[in-house]
T-cell receptor
Framework: DGGITQSPKYLFRKEGQNVTLSCEQN?????MYWYRQDPGQGLRLIYY???????QKGDIAEGYSVSREKKESFPLTVTSAQKNPTAFYLC????????????FGDGTRLSIL | KQEVTQIPAALSVPEGENLVLNCSFT??????LQWFRQDPGKGLTSLLL?????REQTSGRLNASLDKSSGRSTLYIAASQPGDSATYLC???????????FGPGTRLSVLP
């Protein structure tokens, strides 16, 4: 079955530590996205990539970094510069650039130890 | 800057009721609008997408309408079931190439 796989489902970060969230898709989609979801708020865009080896900052990119070396993979690193990283992180993909319909993974919940 | 709101934040209804969820956006010049469902601890599942030239879209018991001039969309759920319990989010895109702006969602509980 085609879809988007995010791992791990739960992740804990210590102070001063960088952590990387994985996102893999086998839908052959060109575009991929990372969102952050906080309670009572809508999804906010962190980074997006419309093509391999290219990505753009979203609304809240500070403290995060990404890479897009392969079409099917778009990992997100939460760096120690992100002072409030506790949130639910969602990865999505679409066949073309936004606003094509987006398909979502099941998310990673990141917490601070 | 586009802002999307959804009222109510939470809704509880008995099984079998027809219900309406509301989505409002501040800039009426949108490209399309999408409704999603999110189950607890899960990602989003696309339900319906309405292009700016359309007035409504239907899928099974779901019907979404769009009134661009008033900046509103509604999601109508007919004959609600306990399995419909989830959070429903709407998202708007202002133009081709522009990313979606999401509302905070309405948490729906359908009681058996």
């Amino acid at each position: 079955d085609g879809g988007i796989t995010q791992s791990p489902k739960y992740l804990f970060r210590k102070e001063g530590q960088n952590v990387t969230l994985s996102c893999e898709q086998n839908l052959n989609h060109d575009a991929m996205y990372w969102y952050r979801q906080d309670p009572g708020q809508g999804l906010r865009l962190i980074y997006y990539s419309q093509i391999v080896n290219d990505f753009q900052k979203g609304d809240i990119a500070e403290g995060y970094s990404v890479s897009r070396e392969k079409k099917e993979s778009f990992p997100l690193t939460v760096t120690s510069a992100q002072k409030n990283p506790t949130a639910f992180y969602l990865c999505a993909s679409s066949i073309g650039a936004s606003p094509q319909p987006q398909h979502f993974g099941d998310g990673t919940r990141l917490s601070i130890l | 800057k586009q802002e999307v709101t959804q009222i109510p934040a939470a809704l509880s209804v008995p099984e079998g009721e027809n219900l309406v969820l509301n989505c409002s956006f501040t800039d009426s010049a949108i490209y399309n609008l999408q409704w999603f469902r999110q189950d607890p601890g899960k990602g989003l599942t696309s339900l319906l997408l309405i292009q700016s030239s359309q007035r409504e879209q239907t899928s099974g018991r779901l019907n979404a309408s769009l009134d661009k001039s008033s900046g509103r969309s509604t999601l109508y759920i007919a004959a609600s079931q306990p399995g419909d319990s989830a959070t429903y989010l709407c998202a708007v895109a202002e133009d081709y190439g522009q990313n979606f702006v999401f509302g905070p969602g309405t948490r729906l509980s359908v009681l058996p």
